[in-house]
């Protein structure tokens, strides 16, 4: 099975930046991954994704704002998050598709991790 870990998480203040980062257990260089948000009271939302090959999409609210990308090497997928909002607020996931899978919502995304918190104040 595959393990992802989060961290990076912590509070910062309005306009701040924070790099999360998702340490994976195993070599998933051919697997979508990704991360999405959890609010108490809400639904779920879809953060970022990357592809294999590099390709990569944004939930609305955070385009241009936020970067993912991915560490192959070092089995890390990261996030980038800049120009923080108090919205932004939540509880961040990593998560990584099935070998050979064909989803692409990372919502969908069997292998989760733990979770990590960020508060914008």
């Known amino acids: 099975d595959v393990q992802l870990v989060e961290s990076g998480g912590g509070s910062v203040q309005t306009g701040g930046s924070l790099r999360l980062s998702c340490s994976i257990s195993i070599y998933t260089y051919n697997r979508f991954k990704g991360w999405f948000r959890q609010v108490p009271g809400k639904e779920r939302e879809g953060v970022a994704v990357i592809g294999s090959g590099g390709i990569t999409r944004y939930g609305d609210s955070v385009k241009g704002r936020f970067t993912i990308d991915k560490d192959n090497a070092k089995n890390t997928l990261y996030l980038q998050m800049k120009r923080l909002k108090p919205e932004d607020t939540g509880m961040y996931y990593c998560?990584?598709?099935?070998?050979?899978?064909?989803?692409?919502?990372?919502?969908?995304?069997?292998?989760r991790g733990q979770g990590t918190q960020v508060t914008v104040s």
């Open positions: 998560a990584a598709e099935q070998l050979y899978g064909t989803c692409r919502d990372v919502l969908e995304f069997p292998a």
